[in-house]
């Protein structure tokens, strides 16, 4: 018979939970989350919003495939957004465009060979105050590949709200795995279609640790202003009656 992780006579209690420890810390450092987890006020904040988690009022005059433009302090990033697979996420992502929440903000948490997180955090490392958090939509079949752009969350599954981040590199083992909270995953809502050597450019610059958090840029990147770009509308073709092929 096979010996199990569990099996008393072979350590293998000892090595399951060691590898549990190492798959946790693991977690807590590499995933973007939003940074509540030691803090028991935000955290309970956070519960309370993880049960009103629902889908925000729709938008009336959302394109079919709309993009937006991420104006940052080196250079601008193009992304298409997903709002077919990720309507909620979308919505709600195009409400704080709309409010100019994340104009003046700045991606406060930059990791080489892995992402570029932002949204929230002032120049001075003060944070906005947000909506309710969404539904969790990473089930959405769509990966963490390099170049899209997910939801930056807590622990708790449903706990979205303003924050993003921008895959630098194929973060697979963000993705949606089962319905488990931990592997439940991070919802991927767009991709860059222009602007990955802006992306680039960000990941590379100096960080350090500020105001409680690590991997902060030494000079601030700023996001300038992120924007709906207008579309074209299909010309309406014109009414009456086509004169009949002689």
């Not at 963000?174 to 990955?196: E, N, Q, R, T, W």
Request: aromatic share 8%; hydrophobic share 35%; net charge neutral.
């Amino acid at each position: 018979m096979e010996r199990s992780f569990f099996d008393e006579n072979n350590g293998g209690r000892s090595y399951f939970f060691s590898l549990c420890l190492i798959a946790v810390i693991v977690v807590n450092v590499a995933a973007p989350t939003l940074g509540p987890e030691n803090n028991p006020a935000a955290l309970a904040a956070q519960q309370a919003a993880e049960q009103e988690a629902d889908e925000p009022q729709p938008l009336t005059d959302l394109p079919d495939k709309p993009e937006v433009l991420i104006k940052t302090s080196l250079g601008n990033i193009k992304i298409l957004l997903f709002s077919k697979k990720a309507p909620i996420t979308v919505n709600n992502f195009l409400r704080y465009v709309k409010s100019k929440h994340y104009d003046g903000t700045i991606f406060h948490r930059v990791i080489p060979g892995f992402m570029i997180q932002g949204g929230n955090f002032t120049k001075d490392m003060q944070q906005k105050s947000t909506r309710s958090a969404i539904k969790n939509e990473a089930d959405n079949k769509f990966s963490n590949e390099r170049g899209t752009i997910a939801m930056a969350r807590t622990s708790m599954v449903h706990s979205a709200t303003d924050q993003f981040f921008i895959n630098a590199k194929n973060n697979t083992f963000l993705d949606h795995k089962s319905k488990s909270p931990d592997a439940y995953g991070y919802c991927v809502f767009g991709k860059v279609i222009d602007g990955m050597d802006v992306v680039d450019k960000i990941i590379s610059v100096e960080t350090t640790s500020k105001g409680g958090h690590s991997d902060v840029p030494v000079t601030p990147v700023e996001i300038k202003e992120i924007s709906l770009i207008p579309q074209k509308t299909k010309p309406i073709p014109a009414t009456g009656s086509t004169p009949k092929a002689q």
